[in-house]
């Protein structure tokens, strides 16, 4: 072979060396999508999540707590490109089991021969008043599909109350003006802290609005992170980790249409 032709060839590998290893470089940036069209940029579009999610404490004798749960937010593709955002707006959870809070009548308040029913709940939190830490934002992750979607501020406190009363005064119960539950123990809160701990579920592509396979947000473990939380033992705080596991289907509420994550 000539030196020309060898000068030549070399010449040819090393452009299209340099055309590839840019387009290679480049990282993939998630976008949401309505059924198969790309959501336009600065639509926020209001969805709807629903589903069963089980917290299970990691290295400390606690139950796992169970309840059926729906959010409602938005979720947009930011004008100027970046990944796809979104915020939970509202968080409400019902039919919560635990078994450290078994569902029974028991006399509340105390010595008072009246009754109640033992409930376990889960609701949004806040430093000063219940649900102060909403809106809970949100960013896709990752750099190859499947992606994640990690959800920032969230704070989530679960307690055993006595249901129907409300609060009596005194260290569990509160100042006496009746707008929180009665809690028969000191709630447990978990919290998400950059760092340390995040709530990172895989999103799921669906093929059907309202079935089986409507679009999903997965709480899979280890990858969707866990939660910080705080318990009292003893009358002192302790400390644990919680992993969220389970699946909230997810779709476009107004307009009925198929959320995906491309």
């Known amino acids: 072979?000539?030196?020309?032709?060898?000068?030549?060839?070399?010449?040819?590998?090393?452009?299209?060396?340099?055309?590839v290893t840019p387009m290679a470089a480049q990282a993939v940036i998630p976008h949401y999508f309505e059924n198969e069209e790309k959501l336009a940029e600065g639509k926020k579009a209001p969805v709807l999540?629903?589903?069963?999610?089980?917290?299970?404490?990691?290295?400390?004798?606690?139950?796992?707590?169970t309840c059926e749960n729906a959010a409602g937010g938005f979720i947009e593709n930011p004008s100027g490109g970046g990944a796809g955002?979104?915020?939970?707006?509202?968080?409400?959870?019902?039919?919560?089991?635990?078994a450290a809070c078994p569902a029974g009548e028991i006399e509340y308040p105390p010595g008072s021969s009246k009754k109640a029913e033992k409930e376990f709940i889960v609701f949004p939190g806040?430093?000063?008043?219940?649900?102060?830490?909403l809106p809970w934002p949100s960013h896709l992750t990752g750099a190859?599909?499947?992606?994640?979607?990690?959800?920032?501020?969230?704070?989530v406190d679960l307690a055993c109350i006595a249901h129907g009363v409300s609060e009596q005064g005194g260290a569990l119960g509160g100042d006496s003006d009746h707008d929180t539950p009665a809690f028969?123990?000191?709630?447990?809160?978990?919290?998400?802290?950059?760092?340390?701990?995040?709530?990172?579920?895989?999103?799921?592509?669906g093929t059907q609005i309202g079935g089986?396979?409507?679009?999903?947000?997965?709480?899979?473990q280890p990858?969707?992170?866990?939660?910080?939380?705080?318990t009292e033992v003893e009358k002192k705080p302790v400390a644990f980790k919680g992993n969220t596991e389970g699946a909230l289907k997810v779709f476009d509420y107004k307009e009925q249409n198929l959320i995906k994550v491309k």
């Open 1 to 19: 072979m000539s030196k020309k032709l060898v000068i030549s060839l070399a010449s040819v590998a090393a452009m299209v060396a340099f055309m």
């Open 49 to 65: 999540a629903w589903g069963s999610l089980t917290l299970t404490p990691e290295g400390i004798a606690l139950a796992p707590t």
């Open 85 to 98: 955002v979104g915020a939970t707006d509202d968080f409400a959870s019902w039919n919560c089991s635990n």
């Open 126 to 133: 806040g430093k000063e008043y219940a649900g102060q830490s």
């Open 144 to 155: 190859a599909a499947p992606f994640r979607t990690e959800t920032t501020g969230v704070i």
């Open 184 to 205: 028969l123990a000191t709630p447990v809160v978990c919290v998400t802290e950059p760092g340390k701990a995040k709530q990172e579920p895989k999103t799921i592509n």
């Open 212 to 220: 089986p396979l409507t679009s999903e947000v997965e709480f899979d």
């Open 223 to 230: 990858g969707s992170g866990k939660l910080s939380c705080v």
